[in-house]
């Protein structure tokens, strides 16, 4: 992958670099504010590009704003977003224009290299990826709306794997069960959410949707 850091912390933005460095990865630009990271992906057109919301000046949404720029103007370029805390406002908003080929990890996650560099890859390839303190946030009274009554609860389980960007192979080994199982469950939910028959890859967008924003 081509890779765009966006992280104020030095220490922080050179172990990541240096990290993906050592698994092959190609780390285009290191950068510590917004409009250096508007630029650094003007130039290098990178494949995804890791953003910490909160940089420099004021040091409230300035990420976050550069990557919503970014998705508008470089719609090619994946945007995983980094923040000490769960944002929940932050990561609406950064949903709002569609969830292919975004992130939102917990910066605790790096300690997970394998994990980390997994989501990095999903949201490359224009995938989703969400730290599951996030979707358990984001959904919040989800699970009690009037939409979702109909799931039982290990649809509603699938479901919120399907929210952090995992495929049916994943769900499966989370829950320690059949691929086949998982596909039934996933089914069951495009039916009981009354998702209309087409491509399975834009209906699990539609029902990831759906749950996020019940």
Known sequence: MRVVIAEDAAVLRELLAQMLVERGHEVCAAVGDADALRAAVAEHRPDVTVVDIRMPPSH?????????????????????????????????????????????????????IAEFTDALARVA???TA?????????????????????????????????AEGRSNAAIAQALVVSAGTVEKHVAAVFDKLGLPASHDANRRVLAVLRYLRS
Do not use: C, W
Not at 131 to 160: F, I, K, M
């Open 60 to 112: 409230t949404d300035e990420g976050l704003r550069a990557a919503i720029d970014i998705r508008r103007d470089h719609p090619g370029t994946g945007v995983l977003l980094f923040s000490q805390y769960v944002e929940t406002k932050y990561a609406t908003r950064l949903l709002a224009a569609g969830s292919a080929g975004v992130g939102y990890l917990l910066k605790d996650r790096v300690a997970n």
């Open 125 to 127: 390839g224009g995938g």
């Open 130 to 162: 969400l730290d599951p303190e996030v979707v358990t946030q984001l959904a919040g009274a989800s699970s009690r709306a009037a939409e979702l009554a109909p799931l039982t609860a290990r649809e509603r389980q699938v479901l919120s794997l399907m």
